[in-house]
């Protein structure tokens, strides 16, 4: 049996590991069109602020791993066409322009998504930059070294990153978001200040309710960022829009979203019974609506594409859904969330509320300990936990893993109150902060609902 995978970022590989480790002797064809594989999206900030001093430290996976375990990987091939009905894929060879067809029996969809280029006047100026690929972090970082000042639009996970990556490499940074709050996907206002106010505090200008309406350039060369409210000149700017869905070769073949994400069920298999999709270009099932969404994560496309390649032949495992956890380490302090926002569960028509747990992570008799900030929401009716966000110079990024199981189960806040966990004091107070923070949201209800 032949099998292709198109595209090999994150969902490609991780398909390609689990085919080589379940049906051995499978013939594996991988088209990519990039020159690399495995590039880490964060490997850009961690590259211009100094952590990492080579971008190929972002990747995890190389080609010849793959070759050597008899792959037959077609890398910077472009595929221009898939024909379902007869099974084939029409690929153009970039180096050498010409044209290859090939055939398969399974075919892995893991094309990911494009960048959602907003539609600013100017914004093919070449001081204006992208930031997804490998290719876009080394022209961003060769662009800085030759640049002082520096506008990010998109006030996002990525945006955030990339000012602090310019800031310690000695740039001056202006962050631009069209919203009203940072990372408004994630957090609520109360962190989301918080993350504002550490930004503002290591020198970058955040400029929020700020919507970028053109970019030109002066006459000196340089390049002018027009808002509302502001023309401001910068050497460069680097935007950081969301993405979509890069689907078109399936279009009318399988069944799509109205955003064009692919549709799959829980094994990854689409409405073509030879035909596998993982990774940014499908939806994922959000468990705390029991809806699906479009939330492109490398979390998401890894788990993904490990299904798809399990599944391919023999469908043993489905996929169990998502709570979207992600997080970030921003200046010395990790910021971590699941599940919903607030503002997300009311608009989803929850009864929600928050709870706000503020304290040390552990005692004060300790030497050193930090603040630890947990916003819980929960669903009043229910009395679910629907999300959490966390932040503190104190590591609490398995918090927010802890908190992703308490949500995928189903855990009430009176359950999480008295959840079993560790006590130590070089870890916590006898009662974990995140006991404490559903405590919070108890007493907001009055205690403890009656447990029969």
Not at 12 to 39: C, D, F, N, W
């Amino acid at each position: 049996m032949k099998v292709a995978i198109i595209g090999c970022t994150h969902a490609g590989i991780a398909a390609m590991r689990q085919i080589l480790k379940y049906y051995p002797g499978t013939e594996i064809t991988v088209y990519e069109r990039h020159a690399t594989i495995s590039y880490m999206s964060c490997g850009t900030y961690l590259h211009l602020g100094g952590t990492i001093k080579d971008l190929d430290q972002a990747l995890y996976a190389n080609p010849d791993e793959f070759s050597k375990q008899g792959v037959q990987m077609r890398m910077q091939h472009d595929v221009i066409k898939v024909d379902a009905t007869k099974h084939t894929i029409l690929a153009q060879n970039l180096q050498t322009k010409t044209m290859e067809t090939d055939h398969y029996d399974k075919l892995v969809m893991a094309t990911g998504s494009l960048t959602a280029i907003p539609a600013i006047p100017g914004v093919e100026n070449p001081k204006v930059m992208l930031c997804k690929t490998c290719e876009q972090a080394q022209q961003l970082y060769e662009a800085a070294q030759h640049a002082k000042q520096i506008a990010i639009v998109g006030g996002g996970y990525a945006g955030v990153e990339l000012a602090e990556g310019y800031i310690k490499s000695g740039h001056a940074v202006t962050l631009y978001q069209r919203g009203p709050q940072l990372i408004d996907e994630y957090l609520d206002a109360k962190l989301a200040n918080k993350v504002e106010a550490l930004l503002t505090s290591h020198g970058i200008d955040v400029r929020t309710n700020a919507q970028v309406t053109g970019f030109q350039d002066t006459p000196d060369n340089r390049l002018q960022v027009t808002t509302a409210d502001s023309e401001t000149i910068y050497d460069m700017a680097v935007i950081c829009p969301g993405v979509i869905p890069q689907s078109e070769l399936l279009a009318g073949q399988v069944n799509r979203t109205k955003q064009g994400a692919i549709v799959t069920d829980r094994y990854m298999g689409t409405s073509n019974s030879d035909i596998f999709a993982a990774g940014d270009v499908t939806e994922v099932k959000f468990n705390p609506t029991k809806d699906h969404a479009y939330m492109p994560l490398v979390s998401h496309a890894i788990r993904q594409g490990a299904l798809a390649g399990i599944n391919i032949f023999d469908k043993r495992l489905g996929s169990i859904g998502t709570q979207a956890t992600t997080g970030m380490l921003i200046f010395g302090q990790t910021i971590a969330c699941t599940g919903m926002t607030l503002t997300a569960a009311k608009a989803a028509h929850f009864e929600a509320k928050t709870a706000v747990y503020e304290g040390n992570y552990r005692p004060d008799f300790m030497p050193t300990t930090a603040k630890i900030t947990i916003e819980l929401v929960y669903d009043q009716q229910t009395r679910k936990v629907l999300g959490a966000q966390l932040m503190s110079a104190h590591e609490v990024s398995q918090s927010a893993n802890t908190l992703s199981v308490i949500i995928h189960n189903g855990n009430t806040i009176d359950e999480l109150a008295f959840m079993d966990m560790l006590f130590s004091p070089n870890f916590d107070e006898p009662f974990n902060y995140l006991n404490l923070a559903a405590q919070a949201a108890v007493d907001q209800e009055h205690g403890y609902r009656r447990n029969n």
